[in-house]
């Protein structure tokens, strides 16, 4: 049995030999895409271990919530009532803004809550820390304009353009200059800040709100645009909302890197197949991640109204700005088609990408939620025939008869038919297939059509 194991997974790697690597959608994850948008503002946030949090409010005045999400995509029924509290501090709608007046922060320790000008603090069960502040709950004067966490659990707060520090107890750092900001981000070394939203300046201060002067040219770096941070390297990056894809790279001490990408920029297009890839004017680079090896992912999706935000993808550069190439299956772009739009995306290891989706199912209806994208070593290794393409199959298991089921655009190209041990049984080019003559057990189907390849799991009963 070993050996015929052996043999089938050998078989399949030889096919496809450009690549020991794939991305697919995780098989074992439960895709959550019921959070409705259209009656409900989300704000959401994840672990490094991959909890999911949701945390809303109703735009109509109808109430508000927090919902647990396991790291396997499930509601954590330990949570609240079956994965939902409504006994945290309420998250409220702003009918002249339209937007909600809050937000929630993460780690695998807390969970951080803020409404106009209260955070409170619960641990990762939903109770409230009465050890935080006065009861759980630090109240201003002013109304919080953003908060973010350190990786100690203390807290950045940004309240009337000024950068203060809560401590873990939620007492202002006295040991922490204040600093003024227009935006900022944070670095393991330090804390990049825009002083302005007329200039292109930017300034770097160490934990204690200290300017560095060393940075840029007599403390000032002119970069012209919003950035993203690496946060463990400190470095920089400028990204382009639309396609093409360019980045440009700074160095952590604010200065052009020209041995990024060619001159210092990264760029990348799609491929001209209107069949696959959507125009680009109709495509958006939501954002930009790097993981521990400072490898740099790029993802986003289609805009609404083009096809109802089924569209995402992921594309990934080394560090020094080149197109990977060993991402995906000799090839440095994953891209999908009928998936939601990426519009967050959180590393939770260099081969697991935990999405969080936006899609539009009819007219004026939106929904949002997580999706998650595994790399996997063995593109086409028996662990790969997954549950994602299970419905290109039915009936499936089938006694005589199955369909391949295919979306209207797509056109078969050829189907072929594996036993376990890796023998080509059949190969078809009918999307109607007639296994009558086979013994009862488990079979592989390569499906080829003109814009993908489909590796699926068939059980003959």
């Not at 049995?1 to 959608?25: C, W």
């Not at 995780?26 to 019921?34: A, C, E, S």
């Not at 409705?36 to 949090?53: D, E």
């Amino acid at each position: 049995m070993k050996l015929i194991i052996t043999f089938f997974t050998l078989f399949f790697i030889g096919v496809h030999a450009q690549s020991d690597y794939g991305v697919i959608q995780d098989p074992n994850y439960k895709k959550v895409l019921d959070e409705n948008l259209t009656y409900y503002a989300i704000q959401s946030s994840s672990t490094s271990q991959g909890y999911v949090y949701f945390y809303a409010t109703s735009k109509y005045g109808a109430g508000f919530y927090l919902r647990k999400i396991l790291p396997t995509g499930y509601n954590d029924t330990s949570f609240g009532n079956n994965g939902i509290s409504t006994s945290v501090l309420p998250l409220v709608w702003n009918s002249t803004t339209k937007y909600p007046e809050g937000s929630i922060l993460t780690n695998d320790q807390a969970i951080f809550l803020y409404n106009k000008n209260v955070i409170a603090k619960y641990d990762v069960n939903g109770n409230l820390d009465t050890s935080f502040g006065v009861g759980g709950y630090v109240t201003f004067t002013e109304n919080i304009g953003r908060l973010s966490l350190n990786g100690d659990s203390t807290l950045m707060i940004q309240i009337n353009g000024m950068l203060k520090k809560l401590t873990l107890n939620g007492q202002l750092d006295s040991n922490f200059s204040t600093i003024p900001v227009y935006v900022y981000y944070l670095t393991d070394s330090g804390i990049i800040v825009k002083t302005s939203g007329v200039n292109d300046e930017y300034k770097k201060y160490d934990l204690t709100g200290i300017q560095d002067m060393t940075f840029g040219t007599s403390g000032i770096a002119n970069i012209p645009g919003i950035i993203k941070t690496n946060r463990h390297t400190g470095e920089m990056f400028l990204y382009s909302y639309h396609f093409p894809v360019e980045i440009k790279k700074y160095t952590a001490n604010g200065f052009l890197d020209t041995s990024f990408g060619t001159a210092g920029v990264a760029t990348y297009s799609f491929p001209a197949n209107p069949n696959v890839y959507y125009p680009p004017a109709n495509s958006t680079t939501v954002g930009i991640q790097m993981d521990s090896n400072n490898n740099i992912y790029v993802f986003g999706g289609s805009e609404a109204g083009i096809d109802y935000q089924k569209t995402a993808y992921i594309l990934r550069f080394t560090p020094n700005g080149i197109l990977d190439n060993s991402f995906n299956n000799g090839n440095s772009l994953f891209y999908r088609q009928s998936a939601p739009s990426i519009v967050s995306m959180s590393i939770l290891d260099d081969n697991k990408y935990l999405c969080f989706n936006t899609l539009r199912q009819g007219a004026m209806n939106y929904v949002t939620g997580t999706t998650q994208y595994v790399r996997q070593l063995g593109a086409l290794s028996t662990h790969e025939f997954r549950k994602e393409n299970s419905y290109l199959v039915h009936p499936n298991p089938v006694k005589d008869v199955f369909n391949i089921r295919l979306d209207s655009n797509e056109k078969l190209e050829y189907a072929e038919l594996f036993d376990i041990s890796g023998k080509l049984l059949k190969k078809i080019s009918s999307v109607k297939i007639d296994i009558s003559d086979l013994n009862t057990g488990a079979y592989f189907l390569k499906t080829k059509t003109d814009r993908n390849s489909y590796h699926t799991k068939l059980i003959k009963k």
